[in-house]
């Protein structure tokens, strides 16, 4: 067993009677050691002072989640009429920033489950990250339609709970099915996230000088101690729960997908709906994941962890996850025309050509046109570019939910129905304080938890270099 009480890495392969995988591809840089890789990282969160641009931003997204909660409880008091909703216009910022962030979420778990049933090494230096950033993006979708209820306290009712009254959910709704799907994807990524922190809760147990930190991770660490038969456990659960959240990558963004789908509202009463939204979370997910590591890796130095091959691997999935929602594009107006359904093919003119169509070619250059630039190798090595370019793809998919819901809805079948859709000023504050919710969970991540996955890298090194470093 190493000093600070993780272990050796290698340990759990013989333990478990598992042949060793082949050595990785180098995913560090030389002259990475087992020191080096703890101090570095476990330094982060152990510092008694972070940088100025942490302060900074953390007051910033701190005074955005202000505007949140001031805006979330005159909502409770008014009711959503402090929004711009209409009719026919139901639908509007509450889920399109519903989808929007569930979307988000789905890069951790992909990243963290599918890549490590895969066996891609170069998952490791961004997966906490992406694990932590899941959490929080599902906690604020989930704030969304419990805020959209007409009476949210009593959102338990969606729940099929024994009570005097005899009320059950309608099981054949797709809203209550998103009650299930979320419930459970933040159940089980909660799980994988922290089973795999774990042995770093032990690093910072073993490291910390202040007797709260001590006991707090202490505790964390649930009597870590880095034995064989721990990292044997350790691995069986880790992989257990991989297999597990990886079909929720499918399943969650479908579920939300079928909220459209099953419906009869031209522009969403559509098959493709699902697949096409999985592929467009994904694509946003590891927008997102790129937006914050790039950040992360410049303010803390950690450019030899956070490399430019994870960077360019994140693009090349964003480029292929883009080019199927593009042809998820191409296919509505396909469908759309060849139905020859004159209501479906009306919604689709009425996207590009109609009152809203700035809000459509927009999406169209953020999400089509300009992710092509990463096919050039000096595009992917650019770090700026990179950043920029993951910036525009999440505008991109947020004007996408835009034109889905409020395109769709905002002319019924009948014209006399007809009613533009105007945001209210509280509907800003609610998606730009959710931001700052977000964004304030991020921050405090950073500062009291390893932002990267201590142990797996060790591992790496460990593998790569054969066991000789100590």
């Not at 026919?88 to 889920?95: C, K, M, N, T």
């Not at 630039?373 to 595009?379: E, G, N, Q, Y």
């Not at 809805?409 to 009948?414: A, F």
């Not at 304080?433 to 060790?458: A, D, K, N």
Request: aromatic share 16%; hydrophobic share 55%.
């Amino acid at each position: 067993m190493t000093p600070d009480g993780l272990g050796d890495p290698g340990s759990a392969v013989h333990a478990g009677n598992v042949a060793p995988s082949p050595a990785p591809p180098r995913v560090l840089e030389p002259g990475q050691t087992y020191a080096s890789v703890t101090d570095k990282i476990s330094a982060i969160a152990l510092a008694h002072r972070h940088p100025r641009s942490w302060m900074i931003g953390f007051i910033a997204s701190s005074l955005l989640l202000m505007v949140f909660l001031y805006a979330s409880g005159l909502l409770l008091i008014t009711g959503i009429g402090l929004w711009g909703n209409n009719v026919p216009v139901a639908w509007a910022f509450d889920i399109i920033n519903f989808v929007w962030w569930i979307g988000i979420g789905h890069a951790g778990t992909l990243i963290s489950a599918v890549l490590l049933l895969f066996r891609q090494e170069w998952r490791t230096s961004i997966n906490r990250f992406a694990e932590a950033m899941t959490l929080f993006a599902v906690a604020c979708a989930g704030l969304y339609p419990i805020l959209h209820l007409g009476r949210p306290w009593v959102f338990y009712w969606l729940m099929p709970y024994p009570n005097t009254f005899g009320l059950w959910p309608q099981f054949r709704s797709p809203l209550v099915w998103d009650v299930f799907a979320v419930s459970t994807y933040a159940t089980v990524s909660f799980l994988f996230w922290y089973v795999g922190l774990i042995p770093d809760f032990a690093v910072l147990r073993d490291r910390a000088r202040r007797p709260f930190a001590q006991i707090v991770y202490g505790i964390l660490a649930m009597g870590w101690r880095g034995s064989a038969i721990h990292w044997q456990r350790y691995e069986t659960a880790y992989l257990l729960l991989a297999g597990l959240a990886t079909p929720l990558v499918v399943s969650v963004h479908t579920i939300v997908g079928f909220d459209f789908a099953v419906s009869i509202v031209p522009g969403w009463h559509q098959t493709l709906l699902p697949p096409y939204f999985v592929a467009g979370a994904i694509f946003s997910g590891f927008a997102m994941v790129m937006t914050l590591a790039i950040p992360l890796r410049a303010v803390y130095g950690l450019e030899d962890f956070i490399t430019l091959r994870h960077l360019d691997n994140m693009a090349q999935i964003m480029l292929a996850t883009g080019l199927m929602v593009g042809y998820g594009y191409l296919m509505e107006v396909f469908c759309a025309w060849y139905s020859g359904n004159q209501f479906e093919w009306y919604v689709t003119i009425n996207r590009a050509f109609g009152p809203y169509a700035l809000c459509y070619w927009a999406l169209i250059a953020c999400n089509i046109v300009i992710p092509q630039l990463i096919w050039f190798r000096s595009v992917r090595s650019n770090v700026t570019a990179l950043f920029v370019i993951a910036l525009i793809v999440n505008i991109g998919m947020w004007l996408e939910r835009f034109v889905i819901i409020v395109i769709s809805l905002h002319r019924d079948y009948l014209p006399s129905a007809w009613e533009m859709y105007y945001p209210s000023v509280w509907d800003f504050a609610q998606f730009l304080g959710s931001i700052g919710l977000f964004l304030t969970l991020l921050f405090l991540f950073i500062r009291f938890l390893p932002v990267i996955s201590i142990f797996e890298l060790r591992e790496l090194v460990h593998e790569t270099d054969g066991g000789q470093r100590s």
